[in-house]
């Protein structure tokens, strides 16, 4: 019994510290697309951001990543994008995963081998995904990912898009 409470405990802990940054601004980052493009949190400010972070060995992320790629192309024109950052240590393994389920890139990817963002979001697992809103406010946050989450991510989405 002390144990299982210890370990609920540790997970509820772990879990909090990404949802500690809902309702704050977020944290500004500049990353390099795949394309050698420079991506500044900043040039979205306006849209709403899913930023999304993953890493092509975790199980939950491959999972995710379908279900963001269709997030993204069913509302791609209403000024939404996705940002997914990488922390892979190899960027071949990251380029591996990405040509083997999509021929195409959809959204913006950025590899951070450095590992220099996720410490701005204080991530503790993976997938982690914040919706940032169109003033540039952390609204929503996800950690881990099951196929019951597509509804409230879809959901949280339709609430930003509303917004004025």
């Not at 509820?12 to 500690?20: G, K, N, P, T």
């Not at 949190?41 to 092509?56: M, N």
């Not at 960027?91 to 021929?103: I, P, S, T």
């Not at 409230?152 to 004025?164: D, G, I």
Request: hydrophobic share 40%.
């Amino acid at each position: 019994m002390i144990a299982r409470l210890s370990l609920f405990l540790l997970l509820l802990f772990s879990f909090s510290h990404a949802s500690d940054l809902t309702g704050k601004q977020a944290p500004l980052f500049k990353g390099t697309d795949l394309d050698g493009k420079e991506i500044n949190l900043t040039d979205y400010r306006g849209k709403i951001v899913l930023l999304d972070f993953w890493a092509s060995w975790c199980g939950p992320c491959q999972q995710e990543l379908p279900f963001l790629v269709d997030l993204y192309s069913d509302h791609q024109n209403d000024d939404f994008v996705v940002l997914a950052v990488n922390i892979d240590n190899e960027k071949e393994n990251m380029m591996r995963f990405l040509k083997k389920k999509y021929a195409t890139r959809v959204f913006p990817v950025i590899f951070d081998s450095e590992k220099a963002i996720p410490p701005l979001y204080d991530l503790q697992a993976m997938p982690t995904s914040f919706f940032i809103d169109k003033k540039g406010m952390i609204r929503f946050t996800h950690t881990g990912f099951k196929d019951s989450d597509k509804k409230q991510f879809t959901e949280e989405l339709t609430t930003l898009l509303r917004e004025k």
